[in-house]
């Protein structure tokens, strides 16, 4: 049976260090979207010593929101459309160094990361949270507010949007804080049963 879990930003290293494989979160309080060019954008302000909107030990959802302005300002200026997962290989190459930099401790996307990302989360105590794609419309109604929109000159895709979350997931726990990765054990099982198939044939 699976086991559900309920946690609430800001997420502390030590709650995230008990997440094992396959545990399935629901996530309450802050997230901040961000993708290829938020992610580059916090590097460069990090090197000049600048504070970035994005706190320290927040929570990244690998997301480009699709958003549209509200008929009636009572309710806000935005209304979130949909806000499904970005792949999170296209932000492999510069995640190690914001991890470092802001001690990200949680990420949420699909597809998965590369080792040298792996490498960071297991050093900096920080897990990986897969979201189902195609659900993109459901993920924005747990999506309890938009608290603010950062870096709007880099497009409202990219953009990073400050969100306060209610009970959103099902998230699976698929990298862990010690880096092991849900993906890496599925595939050497796939290779397995490759094999296996093939030593069958083989014997036939």
């Known amino acids: 049976m699976e086991k559900k879990i309920r946690l609430s930003t800001p997420l502390e290293e030590e709650e995230i260090k008990k997440l094992q ?3 399935v979160v629901y996530l309450r309080g802050d997230v901040y979207t961000a ?28 997301c480009g929101p699709l958003v549209r302005k509200q008929k009636s300002i009572d309710r806000g200026e935005w209304e979130i459309v949909a806000a499904g997962p970005t792949t999170s290989a296209r932000m492999d190459a510069v995640t190690p ?6 001690r990200i401790r949680a990420i949420i996307g699909k597809g998965g990361m590369g080792i040298p990302t792996r490498d960071a989360m297991c050093k900096y105590g920080c897990v990986y949270f897969a979201i189902t794609g195609g659900a993109a ?3 924005a109604t747990q999506i309890k507010t938009i608290k603010a929109v950062y870096w709007e000159d880099l497009g409202m ?29 599925i595939n050497e099982e796939a290779k397995r049963k490759v094999y296996d198939l093939s030593q069958s044939a083989i014997a036939k």
Request: negative net charge; hydrophobic residues 40%.
């Open 35 to 62: 993708r290829d060019k938020a992610h580059h954008r916090i590097i460069e302000y990090e090197k000049r010593s600048e504070e970035t909107p994005i706190k320290k030990g927040a929570v990244i959802y690998h």
């Open 97 to 102: 160094a914001v991890i470092e930099k802001l």
């Open 137 to 139: 419309v459901l993920a």
């Open 21 to 23: 494989l396959g545990d």
């Open 157 to 185: 895709a990219e953009a990073v949007w400050h969100f306060l979350l209610d009970d959103f997931g099902p998230l699976v726990v698929s990298i862990d804080a010690s880096g092991n990765s849900l993906y890496e054990e």
